[in-house]
């Protein structure tokens, strides 16, 4: 009879579904407007901006999105790979190397988001929240002849956010 790690093959599966997932759901997502003006979509497999219904997509961060995207399946595979070897010499690099992966990527990607609101803040002065609801005004530098200008705006981390949260507590329980 084989000897199988339980745990670490389905944190593998979780990791593949979580990819699968993350390609069509954002992670974290900002609507400005009511009716909606412009979104941002961001997980860190598939980043998209949308204004007035035009999506956007910067080259650069598609390619990052597309790495990331190998690197968490490289990693689901190996714990799948690990949770049917467990035995073997090489087994502790093949789980070293696959249990991180999704615990970067959720390092990161808290990194990214909360780095992007608070440039945005520092660089235009839209003061968009990270998550709920608020309003963001045009800065008074910005308006012209006191001119007030303020938007309703939305921020949210969507479910699967809290499903890469899961999927790292099995990635950090299985090593």
Known sequence: MRKINP??????????????????????????????????????????????????????????????????????????????VPTKPYASKLLGYGYKQPLLALILFVIEVVGLTLSVKAFTGFDFPLIGAGTVGLPAGLAPAGISIRVNTSAAFLWPFYLAIAVTVLCVATR
């Not at 593949?16 to 412009?38: D, E, H, M, R």
């Not at 941002?40 to 007035?52: H, K, Q, T």
């Open 7 to 84: 745990l670490a093959l389905a944190t593998g599966v979780t990791t593949l579904v979580l990819i699968a997932v993350s390609y069509f759901v954002p992670w974290w997502q900002l609507t400005v407007g009511n009716p909606t003006l412009a979104t941002v979509n961001f997980s860190p497999l598939n980043m998209n901006f949308a204004i007035f219904n035009n999506v956007m997509t910067i080259p650069l961060i598609y390619a990052l999105n597309i790495s990331c995207l190998l690197t968490l399946l490289a990693g689901g595979l190996i714990l799948i790979i690990y949770s049917v």
